[in-house]
């Protein structure tokens, strides 16, 4: 992926009438790190556990007590309404601990300064 050599595409979501569905083009990961580009630039980096395709799931119709995607949805679908692309690049770490994965994802989001992340 575009400037994040380590990432490794894992799909992309398209907007199907109103709603964005997810188009995985990878095999699944059980644990690591993922990243969302709009248009080839980061905005969004996350950790997951218990596979990325489930957590991508999640992001087609998240509960309100799931607050980061009940958040990220809206921003996925305005941004397919606009016409720009959303990809999922994907960082495979099955060794990390949680902790290394939340410091990891913390780090790259200062990078970032996106409006994505809350701060």
Known sequence: M??????EHFGAWELSGKQHTFKRTAPDVAR???VLMVAGKAVYFGKFEGGLESRM??????PPS????????PLINSELSEGR???V???DLPAWTRQELKERVSALSQQLNSAWHLR
Do not use: D
């Open 57 to 62: 799931s999640v992001l087609k119709n998240p």
């Open 2 to 7: 575009t400037g994040l050599v380590e990432f």
């Open 85 to 87: 692309t959303v990809e």
């Open 32 to 34: 690591g790190i993922y």
């Open 66 to 73: 799931q607050q980061t995607h009940y958040r990220l949805a």
């Open 89 to 91: 690049g994907v960082l």
